[in-house]
């Protein structure tokens, strides 16, 4: 796949004045996406396309000490909310809750990821809040004495997002939104234990397409820092359709000003184990990485003919990819979360 140095900058919508989707991918963040003018006419039509519309907002924080994943899911028949915590010395999951809710009311996630950004979850003795406020992300989470968390995400200075539009099977669409390295401020405490997070990086996902009643995917989010102290951030992905063979979608590594595409990725994990190394690779090599998980969380949701499946690991992510230029660059420890999810909706 050829991969341009330069990608063109973000269009304000997803979408353009005629309701035609702007395919591509772009550098910086979407304005909005609002899918509401593709729902055809017609009382059922419009409920069916409401059914298949889901939005996701996703963090993925990492101290020297700890991974931090959280999740605000709003999946049309279906909405959900979860934070966890894994210890990346130990692999102990010192915290892991997650809740579901009622779409529309326990869960909304806003149409814009940059500027604008809003997404809440809300359920008894939880309360999930994330929300771009001039240059930072604010992040909170409250769960009582359980958990409290406050963290911003400085979005100054790091490097363009990733913004992708690319179709689906059955008339379907997708838009994503990768954010980061952001640098992290703020504390989390769990059953009255304080930890800063400042020095932590952070990387941002966000999702929102009308999808196909079946939908199986893995990715991986990661965050670090080379040496020398540079800032990166990545996000992989394997098994969302409706790509031409060898489009890498989403694939992207971000770093200095600008992000960098990278080839398609297949995952190559053992199955019956949750903690065997996991590698990540593009076909001619480009992409070559190991991920060695040290937690897990798994999470199943059923609401009738609707499942939702996620298991998602914290661990460490090492090995090369393309940088700057396309001469290789070494990783080394960056702290990822790989998700394997599966849905009927």
């Known amino acids: 796949m050829e991969r341009p140095a330069v990608l063109p900058r973000a269009p304000g919508d997803a979408l353009g004045p005629t309701g035609a989707p702007r395919l591509g991918a772009y550098q910086g963040s979407l304005g909005k996406v609002d899918l509401s003018p593709l729902a055809p006419p017609g009382l059922l039509a419009s409920l069916r396309h409401a059914a298949r519309e889901k939005r996701w907002q996703r963090v993925v924080l990492a101290t020297a000490g700890q991974?931090?994943?959280?999740s605000i899911v709003d999946a049309g028949s279906l909405a959900g909310g979860g934070v966890w915590v894994a210890d990346r010395a130990t692999g102990e999951v010192v915290f892991d809750r997650s809740a579901g809710g009622v779409t529309g009311?326990?869960?909304?996630?806003?149409?814009r990821p940059g500027p604008g950004a809003r997404a809440t979850f809300a359920a008894p003795g939880m309360e999930l809040s994330l929300e771009r406020r001039s240059d930072r992300f604010q992040l909170?989470?409250?769960?009582?004495?359980?958990l409290s968390l406050e963290a911003f995400l400085d979005a100054r200075g790091a490097p363009e997002p990733f913004a992708l539009v690319a179709p689906l099977p059955e008339d379907g669409l997708r838009a994503a939104q990768v954010t980061g390295p952001l640098p992290v401020t703020g504390a989390l405490s769990v059953r009255g234990r304080r930890s800063p997070l400042d020095g932590g990086l952070a990387v941002l996902t966000f999702g929102a397409g009308l999808f196909p009643r079946e939908s199986a995917w893995r990715s991986v989010s990661a965050a670090g820092r080379l040496p020398g102290g540079r800032a990166v951030a990545l996000h992989l992905a394997e098994g969302l359709p409706g790509l031409e063979a060898g489009d890498g979608g989403e694939d992207v590594l971000l770093l200095d000003r600008g992000p960098l595409r990278l080839p398609a990725v297949s995952f190559q994990a053992d199955p019956a184990s949750l903690s065997a190394p996991w590698r990540i690779t593009s076909q001619d090599g480009a992409v070559d990485l190991a991920f060695r998980p040290v937690a897990s969380h798994r999470e199943s949701r059923e609401l009738l003919l609707v499942a939702l499946r996620t298991?998602?690991?914290?661990g460490e992510l090492s090995g090369r990819v393309p940088g700057p230029g396309g001469a290789p660059l070494e990783l080394a420890g960056l702290a990822a979360v790989v998700e394997d999810l599966s849905a009927k909706w």
Do not use: K, N
């Open 311 to 314: 298991t998602q690991l914290a």
């Open 67 to 70: 991974v931090i994943s959280l």
């Open 105 to 111: 009311l326990s869960a909304r996630v806003g149409s």
């Open 140 to 146: 909170t989470a409250d769960l009582g004495s359980s």
